[in-house]
């Protein structure tokens, strides 16, 4: 009788433990790719041309490759602020480009991807199909679990022998982090003061924020500063050790008026990368 209660318990531990996995895994699935800029150096001298890189998915500092059509352009802004946009080649890699660094001062390299679509569905034999489709091309849908239409930016910063009196940018993304100082001369113990502007405005409603730096943990999505809530558009990160460091902001909102038609939710998320000496 007892060891047959114990098989029973057996069975039921295991298929406990199968469960989690399972949920673990499909909710690493359901949570979207996050695009963020590395560079193989953050100080560098003058003259020197570097390479940048991306890093796209869950683990830092690099995860998967990303194909050149999810990115809109990517632009390197100088001290001064004026910008030269790279041609995006159409492979899917790390996507690295060297970078050359002629101007004393603090650069800013950025991304931004095109708007993608992302949706779970099930077909009328109830088989879950993941498709990157709007809504109006879920033909065969009987019912849509997630319809979501995501746009992300990105920006890293580099200086070139000495870091600039000021910030170059804004750089104009749908969702922007904007520092309120030069990241760069951020030391350990202080605090980054970022702003949040979206569509050029100062964003007024909710979002989260995540902040880490490599080497932190080997987990994906598994950063020092836990997720956090904030609203009105601005918040501080707390800078506790050198390294380099990645900040990102998200939020979501319900999709109205044209949007509805191809999908339920908006998803924005912007990322910022730089080093702390």
Known sequence: MKKALSGVLDHRLLGCVVA??????LSQSVCAHTL???????????????????????????DDAIS????????????????????????????SYLIKYDQVGTYCLAAETNP???AIYRDKDSKTHH???PKTELLEAQDIELSVLTLQSTKAYVVCEKSSGNVPGPV???LELIPLEDPTRIRPGDELSLAVFLKGKRFEGKGKWVATYNGYS??????????????????????TRPGIWFVRFSFKKKATG???IKCNQLNYKTTLVFQVS
Do not use: C
């Open 116 to 118: 993608g679509y992302y």
């Open 68 to 95: 050149g059509n999810k990115l809109s352009y990517i632009k390197i802004f100088d001290p001064d602020g004026r910008s030269n946009e790279i041609a995006v080649r159409e492979e899917k890699s790390l996507h």
């Open 218 to 239: 080997a987990a994906g999505e598994d950063y020092y500063h836990k997720e956090t809530e904030v609203e009105g558009g601005k918040f501080a990160v707390p800078i």
């Open 36 to 62: 963020w800029i590395e560079s193989s150096r953050y100080k560098v001298k003058k003259g020197l041309a570097k390479p940048m890189f991306f890093g796209w998915g869950h683990y830092l500092p690099v």
């Open 20 to 25: 989690a996995v399972i949920i673990a895994i």
């Open 131 to 133: 498709v990157a489709k």
């Open 258 to 260: 044209e949007e509805a």
């Open 172 to 174: 104009g993304f749908q």
